[in-house]
């Protein structure tokens, strides 16, 4: 997937969670873009197609089996990105769990895990870039992919949602802490997309029908985020646009905002489109 209006050439990129869904298209549409990429998640062999995919568009690419739980194998994964390409421009911290659950039903090893991907494994990947990039004349910039239900609770969402509301604050005081300086901090709050991890939850049946897969935005849309947060150095993008201002202006009337989602919610459940084969 190609998106013209921006390149990267020469660029060093490193991506977590690049096996599928949004990290797999977001590396992919960089390498389009003429960056060089680190690909790291878990799947040792499918990151290994990837990562030839990116080599097809003409550009370097590393694929790096590692869990970033383990701050550790995150430590290791810079060190090899750095000695293979001497600098990291672009890190997209994009590695996330879904187990959704009820919050009166929540398993707590359940929750101890999206916090330990969702939320601690984004700090370790954070703390490694910055140690990186400030060591850069040139810095760098880090994208962080929290999503729309780190603004607004959702239920059978709440874990997940817990997990990426602490993600934005973190995200919020890492930017304030680096303002001024050569290392930039980007917030990508995408909304439903369509990607394997929500087919999964969409067949989970805690969460079947909580939201038409017709309903869902390709992952295109986030890519598209990601590159404009890194292009113009921007603060927070919201996908869709103007979604996350909406669940901003919700919290001055929690009342209000709980009975719009739950009407919101009941309609889509009613929707009826193209559903996937």
Known sequence: MQLPRFRFDGRNVLVTGASSGIGRETALAFAAAGANVV?????????AKVAAEARAAGVAALAVA??????????????????RFKRIDVVVNNAGVLIPAPVTEMAPAD????????LFGALHVMQA??????????GGHIVNVASLAGRRGYSPLGGYSASKFALVGMTEALRTELAGGNVGVSLVLPGVVDTPMVDAAAADP?????WPAALNMPA?????????????????????????????LGSLAPGAADVLV???TAAARRFRGPQKS
Not at 39 to 47: P, S
Not at 221 to 233: D, G, H, K, Q
């Open 111 to 118: 929750l101890q895990r999206m916090l330990d991907v969702n």
């Open 262 to 264: 739950r009407g919101v």
């Open 66 to 83: 590692a869990d970033v739980t383990d701050p550790a194998a995150v430590k290791a994964c810079f060190r090899k990105s750095v000695a």
């Open 39 to 47: 690909l790291v998640a878990r799947r040792a062999q499918t990151l």
């Open 129 to 138: 870039s910055v140690r990186q990039m400030r060591r850069q004349p040139e």
């Open 206 to 210: 805690v969460t079947a029908g909580f």
């Open 220 to 248: 295109a849309w986030v890519v598209w985020s990601i590159f404009a947060a890194v292009r113009f150095r921007l603060a927070e993008v919201a996908v869709p646009p103007g979604s996350a201002l909406l669940e901003k």
